[in-house]
C-alpha cells in the first residue's frame, strides 16, 4: 500500500522502476550504435581529408620539381646542401603537406631518418580508424621497432617503376617512370596512395614505416616499407617483387607489370590485416587517384578492374562504377 503525503505518492513501485530502468537501457542500445556511426562518418572525413591534402601535397612537389614525381627512395649525394643524402617518397612530401621544419630536422644528418626523424610523428599520416595506429609509433617488432608509422602507402606501379644507378654517385634510385603531366592512363584513372594499416600483428615484425628506405635492390624491399603492390621495370633482370610474390601473376596485354595485388579487402580486424593487400577500418577503403581526389573502394571491386585502377599505362578505360 502507498504512502501517500498531501496526496502525492512518495516513491515507486519496483514494477516501475524496472520499466524505467528498461526504458534507459534500451536508449542507451539504440544510442551506442548512432554514436559509432557518428564516431565513424567523422573518421572516415578526416582520413578522406588527409589523403586529399597528401594528394595536394604530390601535386605541389610536381610544381617545384618540374613535373617530377616523389621518389619512392633517392640518393642525392654527399654534399647536398639542402637535403638529406636518403630521401623516402614520405619523407620527400614533408614540405608540402605542411611540415617543413621537420624535413628541415633531417638536414646534414645524411638521411631522411636522421636526426630523431625515425620515431618523429605525422598525424597527416595517421588514418584515426586505423587500430594499428598506436599514437603513430611502431611497436610491433622487426626492422621498424620505435620508428613512426603510417596509415597509407603509395602505389608502386606509380612511384617505384624506374630503377636505375645514379652514375655520379653509384647509388640505385627508385623513382616514377612518369610526371604529373604524362600518366598514360591518365591522373583520374591511376590509384596513387591507398589505405595500408602502419602495423600487423599477425605477421610479427611488419610495419608500415614511413621514413624507413625501402627499394630494389640496394636497400631491399623489407618488412618496415611503405608501398603497396609490385611489379617489374626489366623484363630480362626483374628485381623481386615487393609485397606480392606470394600471388600468381596476372597478365596485362601491352605492360610489362606481372602484379599489381588482389581486389582491395576492408578488413576492419587487426587479425586479419594481411601486409600485401589494402587494409581500412572503414566500410570502404579511401583511395587517392593521382588528380587529387579521394574515391572509396570495397571489396567488391572486381580484380580486373582494380589492377587497371593501380596500372598507369595498361591502356583500359576502368568501368563504370568500379569503385563502389
Given at each position: 500500500?502507498?504512502?501517500?503525503?498531501?496526496?502525492?505518492?512518495?516513491?515507486?513501485?519496483?514494477?516501475?522502476?524496472?520499466?524505467?530502468?528498461?526504458?534507459?537501457?534500451?536508449?542507451?542500445?539504440?544510442?551506442?550504435?548512432?554514436?559509432?556511426?557518428?564516431?565513424?562518418?567523422?573518421?572516415?572525413?578526416?582520413?578522406?581529408?588527409?589523403?586529399?591534402?597528401?594528394?595536394?601535397?604530390?601535386?605541389?612537389?610536381?610544381?617545384?620539381?618540374?613535373?617530377?614525381?616523389?621518389?619512392?627512395?633517392?640518393?642525392?649525394?654527399?654534399?647536398?646542401?639542402?637535403?638529406?643524402?636518403?630521401?623516402?617518397?614520405?619523407?620527400?612530401?614533408?614540405?608540402?603537406?605542411?611540415?617543413?621544419?621537420?624535413?628541415?630536422?633531417?638536414?646534414?644528418?645524411?638521411?631522411?631518418?636522421?636526426?630523431?626523424?625515425?620515431?618523429?610523428?605525422?598525424?597527416?599520416?595517421?588514418?584515426?580508424?586505423?587500430?594499428?595506429?598506436?599514437?603513430?609509433?611502431?611497436?610491433?617488432?622487426?626492422n621498424g621497432s620505435t620508428w613512426s608509422?603510417?596509415?597509407?602507402?603509395?602505389?608502386?606501379?606509380?612511384?617505384?617503376?624506374?630503377?636505375?644507378?645514379?652514375?655520379?654517385?653509384?647509388?640505385?634510385?627508385?623513382?616514377?617512370?612518369?610526371?604529373?603531366?604524362?600518366?598514360?592512363?591518365?591522373?583520374?584513372?591511376?590509384?596513387?596512395?591507398?589505405?595500408?594499416?602502419?602495423?600487423?600483428?599477425?605477421?610479427?615484425?611488419?610495419?608500415?614505416?614511413?621514413?624507413?628506405?625501402?627499394?630494389?635492390?640496394y636497400w631491399g624491399w623489407v618488412n618496415?616499407?611503405?608501398?603497396?603492390?609490385?611489379?617489374?621495370?626489366?623484363?630480362?633482370?626483374?628485381?623481386?617483387?615487393?609485397?606480392?610474390?606470394?600471388?600468381?601473376?596476372?597478365?596485362?596485354?601491352?605492360?610489362?607489370?606481372?602484379?599489381?595485388?588482389?581486389?582491395?579487402?576492408?578488413?576492419?580486424?587487426?587479425?586479419?590485416?594481411?601486409?600485401?593487400?589494402?587494409?581500412?577500418?572503414?566500410?570502404?577503403?579511401?583511395?587517392?587517384?593521382?588528380?587529387?581526389?579521394?574515391?572509396?573502394?570495397?571489396?567488391?571491386?572486381?580484380?580486373?578492374?582494380?589492377?587497371?585502377?593501380?596500372?598507369?599505362?595498361?591502356?583500359?578505360?576502368?568501368?563504370?562504377?568500379?569503385?563502389?
Open positions: 500500500m502507498f504512502r501517500r503525503l498531501g496526496g502525492r505518492r512518495l516513491a515507486f513501485t519496483l514494477i516501475e522502476l524496472l520499466v524505467v530502468i528498461a526504458i534507459i537501457a534500451i536508449l542507451i542500445a539504440l544510442l551506442v550504435p548512432a554514436v559509432q556511426k557518428v564516431r565513424e562518418a567523422a573518421a572516415r572525413t578526416t582520413c578522406a581529408n588527409n589523403l586529399k591534402q597528401i594528394g595536394l601535397g604530390i601535386h605541389n612537389y610536381a610544381s617545384t620539381y618540374n613535373s617530377k614525381l616523389p621518389p619512392q627512395l633517392q640518393y642525392v649525394g654527399p654534399q647536398a646542401p639542402s637535403t638529406p643524402s636518403w630521401i623516402t617518397f614520405w619523407y620527400a612530401m614533408l614540405p608540402y603537406v605542411e611540415q617543413g621544419p621537420l624535413y628541415n630536422r633531417a638536414l646534414g644528418s645524411g638521411a631522411a631518418w636522421g636526426n630523431g626523424n625515425h620515431n618523429a610523428v605525422v598525424p597527416l599520416y595517421g588514418c584515426p580508424s586505423d587500430p594499428t595506429y598506436n599514437q603513430g609509433v611502431n611497436s610491433n617488432g622487426g608509422v603510417t596509415s597509407y602507402a603509395p602505389n608502386w606501379g606509380m612511384f617505384a617503376t624506374n630503377l636505375f644507378v645514379d652514375q655520379t654517385y653509384n647509388a640505385w634510385q627508385t623513382r616514377s617512370r612518369y610526371n604529373i603531366g604524362n600518366i598514360p592512363d591518365g591522373t583520374s584513372n591511376t590509384v596513387g596512395v591507398v589505405e595500408r594499416y602502419s602495423q600487423f600483428p599477425a605477421y610479427p615484425g611488419y610495419a608500415n614505416v614511413f621514413v624507413y628506405p625501402c627499394s630494389q635492390p618496415a616499407c611503405s608501398i603497396y603492390g609490385g611489379s617489374y621495370t626489366n623484363p630480362g633482370n626483374p628485381p623481386s617483387l615487393p609485397f606480392s610474390n606470394w600471388y600468381p601473376p596476372a597478365s596485362i596485354a601491352g605492360a610489362n607489370y606481372i602484379q599489381i595485388m588482389p581486389p582491395v579487402l576492408a578488413t576492419p580486424g587487426q587479425a586479419a590485416a594481411h601486409y600485401q593487400q589494402v587494409n581500412t577500418g572503414h566500410p570502404v577503403a579511401q583511395t587517392l587517384l593521382m588528380d587529387g581526389s579521394v574515391r572509396g573502394v570495397g571489396a567488391t571491386v572486381t580484380y580486373q578492374a582494380w589492377i587497371w585502377a593501380c596500372t598507369p599505362e595498361d591502356g583500359n578505360p576502368l568501368p563504370q562504377n568500379w569503385n563502389q
